[in-house]
């Protein structure tokens, strides 16, 4: 059975960092990626990384400031985030798809930038 589970999300002051963890368990996940969801707006990618370590970050609002990287086993992704804005508040999910396509969601975790 897959198992996404993200963790590392909390309260921090505008200008401070985290670091998102999401474990993916159960299949063998071609693509990772972080997304994030405030209230009242859509789901959006953040970044995403591939098996052989390719990295994308869709929105540029985050470029410079967010890194997202992949460990060896290729079932953990991270997601460190610097220089944090009020605007970054969301909860964020990891997404972990499949070679054949199947997509996995996490519960999501919530960071919250307080200005």
């Known amino acids: 059975q897959v198992h996404v589970v993200e963790s590392g999300g909390g309260l921090v002051q505008a200008g401070g960092s985290l670091k998102l963890a999401c474990a993916a368990s159960?299949?063998?996940?071609?693509?990772m990626a972080w997304y994030r969801q405030a209230p009242g707006k859509q789901r959006d990618m953040v970044a995403g990384?591939?098996?052989?370590?390719?990295?994308?970050y869709p929105d540029s609002s985050v470029e410079g400031r967010f890194t997202i990287s992949r460990d060896n086993t290729k079932s953990t992704v991270y997601l460190q985030m610097n220089s944090l804005k009020p605007e970054d508040t969301a909860v964020y999910y990891c997404?972990?798809?499949?070679?054949?396509?199947?997509?996995?969601w996490g519960q999501g975790t919530q960071v919250t930038v307080s200005s």
């Open positions: 990384i591939t098996s052989d370590g390719i990295t994308l």
């Open positions: 997404n972990a798809r499949t070679r054949d396509g199947y997509e996995y």
């Open positions: 159960g299949s063998i996940f071609s693509t």
